[in-house]
T-cell receptor, first 113, second 114 residues
Framework: GDSVTQMEGPVTLSEEAFLTINCTYT??????LFWYVQYPGEGLQLLLK?????DKGSNKGFEATYRKETTSFHLEKGSVQVSDSAVYFC????????????FGPGTRLSVLP | DAGVIQSPRHEVTEMGQEVTLRCKPI?????LFWYRQTMMRGLELLIY????????DSGMPEDRFSAKMPNASFSTLKIQPSEPRDSAVYFC????????????FGSGTQLSVL
C-alpha cells in the first residue's frame, strides 16, 4: 500500500538557519503530494501542495518540489523563524475514486531565538 | 467561514463510560473524516463519509467505536465502553469533492480515559 516516510525529529534550529525536512513516498499510482503543518494545540493545516512531477509548491517561504524520479518531496525554507516551530506532516493523495490521504509520522521543528 | 468545529475541546472520563465526540464540517463540503493522533501511532484515519454515507471504516479499531453522519452538517464519533488506550487527540476534517482537494481540520478533541 501507499506510504510516506519522513526524517525523524525533533529538529532544533537557530533562528535564520536553513531548514530541510526529508520526505519520500511509495505509491501505486500517480499521487498529489502535500505538506501540512500543526501548531501547538491546533489541527493540521495545509502548507503547500504539488500535483505533478517537477511542480514546486510554495507558501510562507517554504518550498517543496515533486521529484518523481526519486519519489521525494523535501520541505525547505531558507531562513526559519521562531514562529515556524510546529510539527510538519508530509502526505499524499492518490488520483483515484474517493479520498485516500496517507500521512507521514510528522517531524517536530523547534526554532530557538 | 467558521471552519470545522469540534466539541468538546477536552474530555476526561473514566474507563467504561460512553464518550461522544461531535463535529460540524464546513458548509458545502461533501467529505468528512475522523482521525486519531497519538505519539505512538501518529495520525490514523478511522473512517470517512461521502455525502453522509460511510465509505471506509477499516480504520475503526474495534466494535467499541462507531460513527454516524445523520446530515451534511453533523457527525459523531462514539466510544462505548471507553478504555485508557483510547486516550488520544481526535480530529475531524472535511473537504470538497474527491481527490487532491485539501483537508480542513478542526482543532481536535483531547480525550483522556482514566
Amino acid at each position: 500500500g501507499d506510504s510516506v516516510t519522513q526524517m525523524e525529529g525533533p529538529v532544533t534550529l537557530s533562528e535564520e538557519a536553513f531548514l530541510t525536512i526529508n520526505c519520500t513516498y511509495t505509491a501505486t499510482g500517480y499521487p498529489s503530494l502535500f505538506w501540512y503543518v500543526q501548531y501547538p494545540g491546533e489541527g493540521l493545516q495545509l502548507l503547500l501542495k504539488a500535483t505533478k512531477a517537477d511542480d514546486k509548491g510554495s507558501n510562507k517561504g517554504f518550498e517543496a518540489t515533486y521529484r518523481k524520479e526519486t519519489t521525494s518531496f523535501h520541505l525547505e525554507k531558507g531562513s526559519v523563524q521562531v514562529s515556524d516551530s510546529a510539527v510538519y506532516f508530509c502526505a499524499l493523495s492518490e488520483n483515484n475514486y474517493g479520498q485516500n490521504f496517507v500521512f507521514g509520522p510528522g517531524t517536530r521543528l523547534s526554532v530557538l531565538p | 467561514d467558521a471552519g470545522v468545529i469540534q466539541s468538546p475541546r477536552h474530555e476526561v472520563t473514566e474507563m467504561g463510560q460512553e464518550v461522544t465526540l461531535r463535529c460540524k464540517p464546513i458548509s458545502g463540503h461533501d467529505y468528512l473524516f475522523w482521525y486519531r493522533q497519538t505519539m505512538m501511532r501518529g495520525l490514523e484515519l478511522l473512517i470517512y463519509f461521502n455525502n453522509n454515507v460511510p465509505i471506509d471504516d477499516s480504520g475503526m479499531p474495534e466494535d467499541r467505536f462507531s460513527a454516524k453522519m445523520p446530515n451534511a452538517s453533523f457527525s459523531t464519533l462514539k466510544i462505548q465502553p471507553s478504555e485508557p488506550r483510547d486516550s488520544a487527540v481526535y480530529f475531524c476534517a472535511s473537504s470538497y469533492r474527491a481527490t487532491n482537494e485539501k483537508l480542513f481540520f478542526g482543532s481536535g478533541t483531547q480525550l483522556s480515559v482514566l
